[in-house]
């Protein structure tokens, strides 16, 4: 069965072209909550939310660009609205010391998609909300600031300590894994 | 390594990752689907029982209307002037009484009754045919309903009484807009009269072009309003009957009625000709005058002050969960002890009902205060899904360490698994509400409200049909209330649209929300929340004799 097949009987509610669409992407949406998420609980909250809504509202994808794409616009404004709620604290954090730092490329092929999941999920709500609308999805700093409500340069103040952090904790990962 | 690359290269990973999907993940989407479907029924039905309620009232306010139009109709005509009018129709004996309904007319001579369909007409010839051509107001608020009768020439009968100056004439305001009823001030046109009776220098039977409130009508007195009548060059102001509505003023009969009992009663006082003007010297030959059987229905009018209100709700509860952890449960018994922890809780509420019965006390020109009872019951579906420990103590012997004796001694046999406990559990809530209501609007026998105030949930309860002894635990400093039954406040804020029937009572119709400001923390509630509803109530009011 092709994509577009799954998003017609999707889009006639057939219930089982709706549990197929998600044993496909479940995996990599609940990914995305994860990223958001505080604790799996809550992941689990949005997973089922962010599905219920692709359901709801798959009618409205127009075949511009990756399926998948659009399923994480969806999931990523269901886990904002979420994180909103908590109202995060977009406060400084110590950074983290560390013996060595590598700056080359060749380090991440090493480290593999999971550890870099947990990583970004080990950073501050802060940082972490900004890093993954900024980097991973994509938003501009000024519909960062329109999403969370706050100033465009606490997004990229907040960014900058984020992608420090990560740095640091990547490098940190890199050399217990050399040691 | 420079930041944007940096930032791809964590893109990559991150967007290629996929994480373990939770067990179970699916079943909770499809149940959530499953319950939407509940919801969209339950307001898909509330909005076909306010259709039904609507059209109801619709088709009895029409068959009302009808009932009124009929009487408006019945003309009478005095048999002392039947010769005259016909002169073309000698056979005919003098008419005494002529009835008019959508599709016949009846016409009552001294010994025959005769009934005739109606049929398009345009003109009237004295003698043979009439015209009763009329746009007739039964009821400004409502529409205008336009009834063409003829009686064909052949009918001896249709002689009418109404015929004069010449060989034409109508009832009825022929083209004549028919304005609302708030707009008593203006001019409406109305049919043309003849006044029975030359009067203060009006000429008998002399058409009559405009009658024209004076004073806005005084829907609370009930009181008599004056009008303007203006003939050809002259204007007259007289008193009417006509109160608290202004249906009468664009019904020729009732104010002809009106001028009519003035002038038997011989009070020439209240007719009073207030200008002046070129009078119109061709004498209008007598014929007969219009009267109406019909009375101004001031009942319905009158506003009552006090009602009361009975109602039922539907509503869809929402809730807003404090954050919790977990759910510990033990259960003891003899040799026996169940430890479950639920880390994974969810509960849901259901579609509600409630019902209520309430005062409403007119407080101002457009203000009503209103306070009551309401009882209202809300299910929650729960689901708790944890580790459970068991644990059994049997008692055994044997040997004692000297290998002498047996001794007794205990032996704990546990095992441990998921458990999944599904419930239905239950809140119920007797509240006084205590509301205003403004009237944003009224016609006739439709009026929007709009609503506003609190309902004091002055005792809150909860149900729990899952055993054993639970205790939640919350993020942050979440402590459950010590009452079984709470004390909480909701704001409401509602719109009611009502329909009269009749004089005393009123079905309505209120969408609405109510707003919950305290967390409901009764003890073995399974998560503490506030439950806001959104819904409609459906009810009736009716008006105390106040």
Redesign the interface.
């Known amino acids: 069965m092709t994509e577009n097949d799954l998003i017609k009987g999707c889009i006639n509610k057939g219930r089982d072209h709706q549990r197929l669409l998600f044993e496909q992407y479940a995996g990599k949406m609940m990914s995305v909550c994860l990223r958001y998420a505080t604790d799996e609980q809550e992941a689990q909250d949005i997973l089922q939310q962010g599905f219920i809504k692709v359901f709801d509202y798959i009618h409205q994808f127009k075949h511009e660009g990756s399926f998948e794409g659009w399923m994480r616009r969806v999931f990523a404004s269901v886990a904002i609205r979420q994180v909103r709620k908590k109202k995060i604290r977009f406060a400084d954090v110590a950074a983290i010391d560390t013996n060595g730092e590598s700056e080359d490329p060749a380090v991440f092929s090493k480290i593999s998609e999971a550890e870099i999941h947990r990583l970004i999920r080990q950073l501050p709500d802060g940082y972490r909300t900004v890093f993954n609308l900024h980097v991973i999805e994509g938003y501009t700093h000024e519909e960062i600031a329109v999403l969370l409500k706050i100033q465009a340069t606490t997004s990229r103040t907040q960014l900058l300590k984020a992608r420090k952090l990560l740095q640091a904790l990547i490098s940190k990962c890199f050399n217990l894994v050399v040691l | ?1 420079k ?1 944007s ?3 791809n ?3 990559n ?10 067990p179970g ?2 079943a ?3 149940k ?2 499953d319950r ?1 479907r509940p919801l969209v029924i339950w307001w898909t039905l509330g909005l076909l029982l306010v259709c039904v309620c609507v059209s109801t009232s619709l088709v009895y306010n029409g068959r009302m209307e009808s009932k009124t139009k009929e009487k408006q109709l019945a003309i009478v005509v005095h048999p002392g002037n039947a010769a005259e009018l016909n002169k073309n129709n000698s056979n005919e004996k003098s008419i005494t009484t002529q009835q008019v309904d959508d599709k016949n007319v009846t016409i009552e001579t001294g010994d025959s009754l005769t009934t005739t369909l109606i049929q398009n007409s345009s003109d009237v010839t004295a003698g043979n045919t009439v015209d009763i051509e009329k746009e007739e107001p039964v009821s400004l608020s409502t529409r205008n309903s336009k009834i063409k009768h003829k009686i064909p020439a052949d009918k001896p009968g249709a002689t009418n009484a109404i015929v004069k100056a010449g060989n034409t004439t109508t009832i009825g305001n022929n083209r004549s807009k028919i304005r609302t009823a708030a707009k008593n001030k203006r001019k409406q046109n109305v049919p043309s009269l003849s006044i029975p009776t030359a009067y203060n220098g009006l000429e008998e039977n002399q058409d009559v072009q405009t009658i024209s409130a004076i004073n806005k009508l005084k829907k609370k007195t009930n009181a008599a309003t004056k009008v303007k009548i203006q003939a050809p060059g002259i204007e007259y102001e007289t008193a009417t009957s006509i109160a608290g509505s202004d249906d009468g003023l664009s019904d020729p009969a009732v104010v002809n009625s009106d001028i009519e009992k003035n002038i038997h009663a011989g009070d020439s006082t209240q007719l009073v000709q207030t200008t002046a003007g070129n009078k119109r010297s061709t004498p209008v030959q007598p014929v007969d005058s219009v009267t109406s059987i019909l009375q101004p229905q001031k009942e319905n009018n009158r506003k009552r002050l006090l009602y009361v209100d009975i109602s039922g709700s539907a509503f869809q509860p929402v809730q807003q969960n404090a954050r919790l952890l977990s759910i510990n449960r033990t259960n003891t018994g003899p040799l026996f002890l169940s430890e479950y922890k639920a ?2 809780v969810r509960t849901a509420l259901d579609p509600a009902f409630g019902a209520s019965v309430a005062l409403r006390k007119s407080i101002g020109k457009k203000v009503y205060l209103s306070a009551g009872f309401q009882y209202a019951v809300i299910k929650e579906a729960v689901r708790l899904e944890g580790e459970e420990t068991n644990t059994r103590y049997s008692i055994v012997k044997r040997l004692s360490p000297s290998g002498t004796s047996l001794v007794d001694d205990t032996v704990a046999n546990t095992s441990t698994g998921t458990r999944i406990i599904s419930a239905v559990n239950s809140y119920r809530f007797a509240s006084i509400p205590v509301l205003l209501q403004y009237e944003l609007s009224a016609h006739r026998s439709w009026s929007l409200l709009l609503a506003g105030g609190f309902y004091f949930n002055v005792h809150s309860s909860y149900q729990n049909s899952i055993g054993g002894k639970l205790q939640p635990f919350y993020a942050g400093n979440v402590q459950p209330g010590r009452k079984q039954s709470g004390f909480t406040v909701d704001g409401y804020a509602g719109a009611r649209l009502s329909r009269s029937l009749g004089t005393k009572f009123q079905l309505y119709a209120e969408p609405g929300f109510q707003f919950n400001f305290m967390r409901y923390k009764m003890p073995g509630m399974i998560n503490f929340k506030r439950i806001h509803r959104a819904g409609i109530h459906i009810g009736f009011s009716y008006a105390l004799p106040y």
């Open positions: 390594m930041n690359l940096f930032d290269l964590v893109k990973k991150a967007l290629e990752h996929e994480a373990p999907v939770p993940a699916w909770n989407i499809s959530e689907k939407k880390a994974n």
